[in-house]
Each structure stands twice: as structure tokens, then as C-alpha cells.
């Protein structure tokens, strides 16, 4: 039976009926030609947007719960950097096909993280395509309280969430270029199809960090945007840097640092706090539901440097992911 655009957004898209009802700031919802949606007086709105292109972002046996988790997780991440609380997401989807069963799997992915962050669906879109999914994701901040990249100092402890590596190496096993011991295969996979969006620790820094960004494209090119947007410098100590066991032992036993530093996806805060926050840190990382590392520290001397455990400095060019980049 041929499945009309309509029905098809009904089916499975529409569920936020009910949301509406919860949420009084929400106007009109999916079904007008726009949502509308009243701000709280005296909040900022964040807005933020990421696309996932099927054998891009995701390979192309990628289960359809997991693609719905990630493309909204990818964006909460990018609130939680921003210290905002999540609230509305538009979904825009290509599909190259109308499939039910991907349907019902992609939205199941995605409302039930929706609804573990109070996230309600608004509007989107619906085309004929190559797959190809995008999240646009709105939220609030008091004024002010946002978390810039700019406003990193000199002196500045900085701190990660969680742990580096796991989602690259995840993507390197599915890809055949790594082994997984069968033991640590399940936790590296959902690191890598379902990371955890770092909301309440972006909403418990505000007032403590300076600066954060979400690492989505390996430590050292965020930590780089921080540090050119602040025109500052940094130390990391490798040591230091949070790794589960597996990333450790394929570092370890390659001496090869890419999987923390650059293969990315990991979705983990980095962010830096003044060493007069430093307590006040300590006192709400209790809300972080994660842990939290001090990897270094913010210098005025331009340069990203890698301390290794002696002191030594490794020198590593440093390469995220880079849709435009050019080889050479
Ligand atoms: P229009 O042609 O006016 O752009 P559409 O047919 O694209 O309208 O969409 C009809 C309604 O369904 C709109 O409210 C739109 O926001 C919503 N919608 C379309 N696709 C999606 C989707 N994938 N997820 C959520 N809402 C959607
Ligand atoms: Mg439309």
C-alpha cells in the first residue's frame, strides 16, 4: 500500500501531541506550515544543527535506533558545550525509500532520548534522497551564562568528561582495521552508536568554566578551536588523558596517540576552569554523571603542546576529522 508523506510523519513523528501539552511554550507544533514557540522572558535561545550522511557520519549497515540516538545525541552534545538546557528539535530526513521498519527503529532511537532530556519534536522535513539525517536542536541559557570558545585564560585548569578513544576504535574494528577483545566490544560499540550527551555536566559548569567545547573531532583539533578563538596556548599531559583499557592498550602497544587525540566522535566536554573555581568544580561533579579528568593546562605561549610521562614533548601533528581536507 503506498504510504503518503502525511501518514508516514503521523505514524511516526507526531508523537509530540502530548509533548505539547506538556510543554506550555510550545504554540503549534508538527502540523502547520512552522512551529511557534514562545521563549521565556529573559532567556537565550542556543540553536545548533548537524547532519549525518549515511557512509559519511554512520557506515551504512548502521542500525536505525542507533542513527536515531546519534543524531540527536550529536546534538545535545553541542547544547551541553554550551552549558544550555535542550528543549525543541526539528528532524529534516532524506530517505531514499519509504521502509517502516527503519521508520519505526529511527524513531524509537531518537524519542527515547528525546524524552530522557525533555527534548520535544516540533517540525521537519521529509524528502526523497540519499539517507542523509539532520537534527536541529534548540535550548536555553540564561544571559550571559553560555559557555564560549573564546573565553579561555591563561592559567585555566582543563578538564575532559568521561573517556578518549573509544568510539575510533570502535569505527576502526567495524572497519577491519582493529580486533576487539569480545569482553570489550559491546561498551566500545555503544560509545561509538550511542554516546551520552554531557547535558548536566554543561549545565553544572555554568558560572564555574570559562570555556567548552564538545569533542566530536578528536581533542586536539577542539581543544584547538579553543585555543585559536582565545588566542591562547596549552599543555596536555599524556598520562593524564582518561582511557579505557582497550584504547590504552592499543596506545600503548602502538605508541600511537590518534586514537585519543584525533579519530573523534567521542562526544566527551572539554572544558577549562579557573584554579579559584576549582572547589566549586569539585562540589557539583557529583551531577556530572560521568567522570571527570584534568588533562592540562592553559598557557599564554600560542602552541598545543603534548607532554608525555617523563616531561618529554611528543610531537604530533594534529588532525581531526576534515570533510574538505585535502591530502598533502
Ligand atoms: P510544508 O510542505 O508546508 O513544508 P511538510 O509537508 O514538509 O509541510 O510538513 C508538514 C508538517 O509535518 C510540518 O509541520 C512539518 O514540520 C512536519 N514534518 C515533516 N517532516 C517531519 C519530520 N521528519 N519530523 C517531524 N515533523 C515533520
Ligand atoms: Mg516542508
Not at 92 to 100: N, Q, R, T, V
Request: hydrophobic fraction near 45%; include cysteine; glycine fraction near 10%.
Amino acid at each position: 500500500m503506498p504510504f503518503s508523506e502525511f501518514n508516514l510523519i503521523e505514524k511516526y513523528f507526531a508523537r509530540p501531541q502530548r509533548a505539547r501539552e506538556v510543554d506550555p511554550d510550545i504554540i503549534v507544533g508538527i502540523g502547520d506550515d512552522a512551529a511557534l514557540i514562545t521563549i521565556p522572558v529573559g532567556m537565550e535561545l542556543v540553536v545548533s544543527i548537524d547532519t549525518l550522511v549515511a557512509g559519511v557520519h554512520f557506515l551504512l549497515d548502521t542500525a536505525p535506533t542507533d542513527i536515531g540516538h546519534k543524531v540527536l545525541a550529536v546534538n545535545l552534545s553541542d547544547l551541553a558545550a554550551m552549558g544550555a538546557t535542550p528543549r525543541w528539535a526539528t528532524l529534516a530526513l532524506s530517505l531514499p525509500e519509504i521502509d517502516e521498519a527503519w521508520l519505526s527503529a529511527f524513531s524509537q532511537g531518537f524519542f527515547a532520548l528525546a524524552e530522557r532530556f525533555g527534548v520535544h519534536l516540533i517540525g521537519g522535513d521529509t524528502t526523497r534522497g540519499p539517507l542523509s539525517v539532520t537534527v536541529q536542536m534548540h535550548g536555553l541559557v540564561a544571559p550571559g551564562q553560555a559557555l564560549r570558545r573564546a573565553a579561555a585564560q591563561a592559567g585555566d585548569r582543563i578538564y575532559v568528561t568521561g573517556e578518549l578513544g573509544d568510539a575510533g576504535l570502535a569505527l576502526r574494528a567495524l572497519q577491519g582495521k582493529a580486533s576487539l577483545a569480545p569482553d570489550d566490544a559491546p561498551y566500545l560499540l555503544i560509545r561509538l552508536n550511542r554516546p551520552e550527551p554531557r547535558i548536566s555536566a554543561g549545565l553544572a559548569l555554568s558560572g564555574i568554566a570559562h570555556a567548552a567545547i564538545d569533542i566530536s573531532d578528536g581533542l586536539a583539533a577542539d581543544l584547538g578551536h579553543i585555543l585559536a578563538a582565545s588566542r591562547l596556548g596549552a599543555t596536555v599531559h599524556l598520562d593524564r588523558l582518561p582511557l579505557s583499557k582497550p584504547v590504552a592498550a592499543t596506545v600503548t602497544q602502538s605508541a600511537d596517540w590518534s586514537l585519543p587525540l584525533s579519530a573523534g566522535d567521542d562526544y566527551e566536554l572539554c572544558f577549562m576552569v579557573p584554579q579559584e573555581n576549582e572547589i566549586r568544580l569539585a562540589a557539583v561533579l557529583e551531577q556530572f554523571g560521568c567522570k571527570c579528568t584534568c588533562i592540562g593546562v592553559i598557557e599564554a605561549t600560542p602552541g598545543l603542546r603534548w607532554a608525555l610521562a617523563g616531561g618529554k614533548l611528543l610531537s604530533y601533528e594534529t588532525k581531526g576529522y576534515d570533510h574538505f581536507g585535502c591530502a598533502g
